[in-house]
C-alpha cells in the first residue's frame, strides 16, 4: 500500500509496536563505530522500537544525526519487525518529513515550539505513511496539546531539556504525564531524558507507555542486560 505521495504505508503496523507499553533504547549514546552491532545488542534482548534524535545546531546547540544514519539501520531494525521512532529537534521540521520517511522513519515527531504550524506538519507526517508525534520541552505547558488530540498520534514528553543525553531527570515530569493523559486523549504518551530502571516506573505509572533510554542503555557495559531491566521496572514488554 502507498500513500498519495508514493511512500510506503508503514503507519499500521507500527501503530501495533507504539502501541504496546515498551522501552525504546536512544542509539544517542551508543557507539557509532559499531551502530549496527549495538542495534543487534537490543533487539536481541527485545527491544523493537529504536529512537533516533535528531539535532541541527540550531533548535538546540549540538548536531547529530541524518537520514542517511537512520537509514543505515533501517532494514535491520524492520527486518527484525522492529520501528524507528525519530525525534527531530530541528527548526522547520516539516522540510524534512519527506527525507526521514524515505530513510525508513515509522514515526517522526517534531517540536512544538520549533513549528508555528503544528497542525499542518502533523498532516504531512501522516501523509507521508509515519505514525506523527508531537514533542513538548519542560517548559512548555501540557496544556499545548489539547488542539491537537486529533492529529497526532503520539505527545513526547521531555523529561530533560532537548538537546544532551546523560542529564538527570527532571523530577516534576510524572506530574506533567499525568496532566497530559487528562488533557491530551492521544493514544501515546513518550518520556525522553534521564530514563533508567529508577525513573521509569513514576512514569509509567502516570500513564506514559514508551519510554526512550539511551545512556542507561547504551552507556552501560551490558546494554541487552540494562534494556531488559529497564523493560522490568517499566512493567513493559
Ligand atoms: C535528548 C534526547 C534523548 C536522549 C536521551 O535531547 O532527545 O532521546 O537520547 O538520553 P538519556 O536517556 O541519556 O537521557
Ligand atoms: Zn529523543
Known amino acids: 500500500m502507498e500513500t498519495t505521495t508514493g511512500q510506503p504505508a508503514r503507519a499500521g503496523s507500527a501503530a501495533e509496536l507504539f502501541g504496546a507499553r515498551r522501552v525504546a533504547p536512544s542509539i544517542l549514546s551508543a557507539d557509532f563505530a559499531r551502530l549496527g552491532a549495538q542495534v543487534a545488542e537490543v533487539i536481541a534482548a527485545g527491544a523493537r522500537i529504536i529512537h533516533i534524535d535528531v539535532m541541527d545546531g540550531h533548535f538546540v546547540p549540538p548536531i547529530t544525526i541524518g537520514p542517511l544514519v537512520a537509514a543505515s539501520i533501517a532494514d535491520q531494525v524492520h527486518d527484525a519487525g522492529g520501528a524507528l521512532d525519530v525525534h527531530l529537534m530541528i527548526e522547520r521540521p516539516g522540510d524534512h518529513v519527506a527525507e526521514f520517511a524515505r530513510a525508513g522513519a515509522d514515526c517522526i515527531t517534531f517540536h512544538f515550539e520549533a513549528d508555528p504550524h503544528v497542525n499542518r506538519t502533523l498532516g ?68 525522553d531524558g534521564g530514563i533508567d530502571a529508577d525513573t521509569v516506573g513514576s512514569v509509567a505509572e502516570a500513564g506514559a507507555t514508551l519510554f526512550v533510554a539511551g545512556s542507561a542503555v547504551f552507556g552501560d557495559p551490558e546494554p541487552a542486560d540494562a534494556y531488559r531491566r529497564i523493560t522490568t521496572a517499566a512493567g513493559a514488554t
Do not use: H, Y
Open 124 to 191: 504531512a507526517i501522516r501523509e507521508a505513511g509515519c505514525l506523527a508525534g508531537v514533542a513538548l520541552n519542560p517548559g512548555t505547558p501540557a496544556t499545548s496539546v489539547t488542539e491537537l488530540t486529533s492529529a497526532a498520534d503520539l505527545v513526547l514528553c521531555m523529561s530533560v531539556n532537548p538537546g544532551w543525553g546523560g542529564q538527570e531527570f527532571i523530577a516534576s515530569s510524572p506530574d506533567k504525564v499525568s496532566r497530559l493523559v487528562d488533557l491530551a486523549q492521544v493514544q501515546r504518551i513518550e518520556v
